[in-house]
């Protein structure tokens, strides 16, 4: 019998930034994973402290960006390899009202300040962008390239001893008072970071989970384009080879893993609006984001089983808010710090 103190279930941004904590703080592990349609794994991974369509900052935003950078570089040194990409995000105006209100928040916000820039030309020297009322910059983004980390991260663990390829099987869980037994494996804990599959955890489907299906294009052209993410009705985001993430969709009504053509064609649709040159789809996916009612995580012990943890919710944001959602969660698991009242899911213990 193998004994490690936690069990990861779910090898997702949020599992892998659980697992990369573990192994700062000396704590062995297993993580459990099946692969199966990880919404992390097509993410476009940007990091963004602004909510574009208000104006708005982002929870938490500075704690986030900052740990952030942090634990991703972790992630950097382990595995010999970069996934952290630094560039702005360029926000186009629909008129001259939007503009006249991001000029406003950048100057006067206390919390946009640092985040909005007052050069609203940037996008002028790229003929194959239509933004004739300008753009806005948001200052301190970038993206975190996933895609790679994750499938890279997975190798290291299975060279390690440190994963199990598998879906995981309730029927073989045993809970005993301070410990708990899957298969030939014994932990104290074992963590559920399964995203929108947590929905089929006997011991978690209660929890206000929304599935919502986001469809996504990469796409190739020769276009001149800036080094940015550029927002228009879509996103547009440099990858490689001259290719670019376009994305994404929020379809509630059919959630489900099948690419759609009415998706791509609305996303082709989204991009030409302000990209006016010729581009190749050279791919398309779907998955399902785990988002919650109140727009917030869900993290912390089951209200029964006290060896049972929650990690999840962590929605279209699941770059930033993994790395310091792991952090309370360690904190309150390892030394008995309060989770943030507002990811804590005490707030539904009602449903259990």
């Not at 994973?33 to 369509?53: E, M, Q, Y």
Request: charged share 25%; glycine share 6%.
């Amino acid at each position: 019998m193998k004994k490690v103190e936690y069990i990861i279930v779910g090898q997702g941004v949020a599992g892998s930034c659980m697992a990369m904590k573990l192994l700062k703080e000396n704590k062995s592990f297993v993580v459990i994973d099946n692969h199966f349609h990880k919404a992390s794994a097509i993410a476009a991974g940007i990091f963004n402290p602004v909510v574009l369509k208000r104006f708005s900052i982002v929870w938490n935003a500075t704690k986030q960006i900052e740990r952030l950078r942090e634990v991703f570089g972790y992630f950097e040194q382990l595995l010999n390899k970069k996934y952290i990409y630094n560039f702005p995000v360029y926000r186009i105006f629909n008129d001259e009202q939007e503009k006249k209100t991001w000029l406003k928040k950048a100057t006067t916000h206390p919390d946009l300040i640092d985040y909005l820039a007052t050069d609203t030309e940037q996008l002028n020297d790229f003929s194959s962008i239509n933004s004739p009322i300008g753009s806005g910059e948001v200052l301190h983004t970038g993206r975190v390239d996933l895609t790679n980390l994750l499938a890279d991260f997975k190798d290291y663990l299975v060279e390690n001893d440190a994963f199990l390829d598998e879906t995981f099987d309730f029927n073989e869980l045993k809970l005993e008072d301070n410990q708990t037994s899957y298969k030939k494996i014994e932990a104290t804990k074992i963590i559920f970071a399964e995203g929108y599959n947590i929905l089929n955890n006997p011991y978690f489907k209660n929890l206000p989970i929304i599935g919502v299906k986001g469809e996504v294009l990469r796409i190739k052209t020769e276009a001149n384009l800036p080094e940015a993410v550029v927002k228009g009705k879509e996103f547009l985001m440099p990858l490689e080879n001259n290719q670019y993430f376009v994305g994404a969709t929020y379809d509630r009504d059919y959630v489900n893993y099948k690419n759609t053509e009415d998706a791509k064609q609305y996303l082709v649709e989204g991009v030409q609006n302000f990209f006016k040159d010729d581009f190749e789809v050279v791919e398309q996916h779907a998955s399902i984001r785990p988002t919650v009612v109140d727009r917030r995580p869900i993290i912390g012990v089951h209200p029964t089983h006290q060896q049972l943890i929650c990690l999840n919710g962590m929605g279209t944001r699941g770059t930033m808010l993994a790395p310091v959602m792991v952090d309370d969660l360690y904190d309150f698991l390892e030394n008995n710090q309060p989770i943030d009242k507002e990811a804590n899911i005490a707030r539904f213990y009602d449903r259990f």
